[in-house]
Antibody, heavy 123, light 107 residues
Framework: QITLKESGPTLVKPTQTLTLTCTFS??????????VGWIRQPPGKALEWLAL???????RYSPSLKSRLTITKDTSKNQVVLTMTNMDPVDTATYYC???????????????WGQGTLVTVSS | EIVLTQSPATLSLSPGERATLSCRAS??????LAWYQQKPGQAPRLLIY???NRATGIPARFSGSGSGTDFTLTISSLEPEDFAVYYC?????????FGQGTKLEIK
């Protein structure tokens, strides 16, 4: 069974850097074809695709946020870390991580997702 | 960046009725489209992938169709637990964008 859980601060100040950790079980990021992505959702609004990292360290970023985002993996800890610099109140959102695989029937779709973590940006 | 436009924004129906949700892409995404369901306070759940394939454990009343730029999610007979927000997503081009969602509410 694949599970993911996001962790990090619930409150950050404007201009600070946000660091979120996705800790997962039921799969390994050393396995060919596997990846973990990050998605966010401002309160009452739509989902926004942020970043994705694959087992081979291939990384993809949202073009609109690329200058502020960094995604890394720690295979030994079963963790993926997302950092976002220069936080602003508009970045207030629930941040989700999700599993993805490029092999198999359900190829390259987020399934399953973590429960999400709400991050508020306020002074 | 591919823009996905979902319609309607809100759909008000009664249990037992048929629901038809639309997702239109700003350019062709072939069949690389998925649908997710999100209930209040929960993470999204994958329903349909590659336009027409039901994910594991998804009831047969959910079906997806379409290719290119026009896609449809159909719920044949609404159950009380189906009232939620539905999002489409494409994986044809980076970034793998989402639509703005359709809220399916009880009439």
């Amino acid at each position: 069974q694949i599970t993911l859980k996001e962790s990090g601060p619930t409150l950050v100040k404007p201009t600070q850097t946000l660091t979120l950790t996705c800790t997962f079980s039921g799969f390994s990021l050393s396995t060919s074809g596997v990846g973990v992505g990050w998605i966010r959702q401002p309160p009452g609004k739509a989902l926004e695709w942020l970043a994705l990292i694959y087992w081979n360290d291939d990384k993809r970023y949202s073009p609109s946020l690329k200058s502020r985002l960094t995604i890394t993996k720690d295979t030994s800890k079963n963790q993926v870390v997302l950092t976002m610099t220069n936080m602003d109140p508009v970045d207030t959102a629930t941040y989700y991580c999700a599993h993805i695989t490029i092999f198999g029937v359900v190829s390259n779709w987020f399934d399953p997702w973590g429960q999400g973590t709400l991050v508020t940006v306020s002074s | 960046e591919i823009v996905l436009t979902q319609s309607p924004a809100t759909l008000s129906l009664s249990p037992g009725e048929r629901a038809t949700l639309s997702c239109r892409a700003s350019q062709s995404v072939s069949s690389y489209l998925a649908w997710y369901q999100q209930k209040p306070g929960q993470a999204p759940r994958l329903l349909i992938y590659d336009a027409s394939n039901r994910a594991t454990g998804i009831p047969a009343r959910f079906s997806g169709s379409g290719s290119g730029t026009d896609f449809t999610l159909t719920i044949s007979s609404l159950e009380p637990e189906d009232f939620a927000v539905y999002y489409c997503q494409q994986r044809s081009n980076w970034p793998h964008t989402f639509g703005q969602g359709t809220k399916l509410e009880i009439k």
